[in-house]
């Protein structure tokens, strides 16, 4: 693969404190890094994109690092080498990042990468938002996922499946690489990450592996349609149990079933969780300030809210409003 995001340099530097900073500022304080045997010299080059789902970042350096979560967005990382190979650990599991084996950390996980030495080794690193993993998997299965989803940690780039996706990250690259503005675009890009995610999903092992053989499920019976209906309709105003099984005109017993049968969650925490889903995207594309934004999608206690977000988020409505 030719050295990527040629346009898109961010620091290059013989002082790796350069590297480490910038290599935060691209993933949007998502992750902190750290040397593992001191700040060794030499060349240390950072390009990168960042966009609102996903960054990307191409790195070359001597330096061992630790990446680890801090706060901020749930995120999976896919690092794949360009050049060189690089020791990688991840939660007791070990594998060498080279043209032939990416890495695959899930949200939560600590990394570690020591690159050998003395040939500077060099890799891309994605950072994909967890939220699109998920809306992905809902699109295969016609459910979201009841837990995180967990990928295998070594990605066979070799095997057919594997070099799927990274022919789809290839692509990403070369359409950034372009200069066309049509691939500047935010929607462009989020298509492209989308095909990414449906890629690894389906290629990679994971937790959740055994729903996609099954397929997606079967359509949603009618009174479930008529609750979710009644939830769009109504999502700015006071939503009981009561409502949605009226909306539906069935038992709440049996519409409680319904939901966790066909979505994995009771009727009021897909309520909440498309609530706090809607509040997230106004948080960062509007101005509107948070009380005011989680009044108008029908929030009536800001404590009790602010709980409910961190604890979907793994930060509080704050500091995602800091970011836009």
Request: with cysteine; hydrophobic share 40%.
């Amino acid at each position: 693969m030719p050295a990527p995001l040629r346009n898109f340099l961010i620091t290059k530097s013989s002082n790796p404190v350069d590297l480490l900073n910038a290599a935060t500022r691209l993933f949007g304080g998502s992750i902190s890094t750290s040397p593992l045997d001191g700040l060794c010299r030499g060349e240390h080059e950072l390009r990168g994109v960042a966009a609102r789902d996903f960054a990307v970042g191409y790195f070359a350096s001597p330096l061992d690092v630790r990446v680890s979560s801090a706060g901020g967005r749930s995120s999976y990382f896919v690092n794949i080498g360009v050049s060189g190979a690089i020791a990688a650990s991840c939660g007791g599991l070990h594998t060498t990042l080279d043209t032939a084996t990416a890495g695959v950390v899930n949200p939560g996980d600590t990394q570690e990468l020591r690159p050998a030495r003395p040939t500077p080794s060099r890799f891309l690193g994605l950072r994909i938002d967890a939220a699109l993993v998920d809306q992905e998997f809902t699109a295969l299965t016609g459910r979201p996922p009841v837990s995180t989803v967990r990928f295998d940690f070594a990605l066979d780039l070799v095997k057919p499946k594997g070099r799927a996706v990274l022919l789809l990250v290839r692509s990403l690259l070369e359409q950034l690489d372009s200069g066309d503005p049509l691939f500047q675009r935010a929607e462009l890009q989020r298509s492209q990450l989308r095909c990414i995610v449906t890629a690894l999903l389906l290629a990679q092992p994971h937790s959740h592996t055994g729903e996609l053989r099954d397929g997606p499920q079967p359509g949603h019976p009618r009174s479930l349609r008529a609750a979710l209906a009644f939830i769009e309709a109504h999502l700015t105003e006071h939503i009981t149990l009561g409502d949605l099984a009226t909306a539906a005109d069935c038992a709440p017993r049996t519409l409680s079933s319904a939901f966790r049968d066909r979505l994995g969650l009771s009727p009021m925490s897909y309520v909440r969780n498309l609530r706090l889903d809607r509040i997230r995207q106004d948080l960062l594309t509007t101005t509107d300030n948070v009380g005011t934004i989680a009044y108008r999608w029908g929030v009536s206690h800001l404590g009790r809210f602010a709980g409910d977000y961190h604890s979907r988020f793994n930060e509080l409505p704050s500091a995602t409003a800091a970011r836009r």
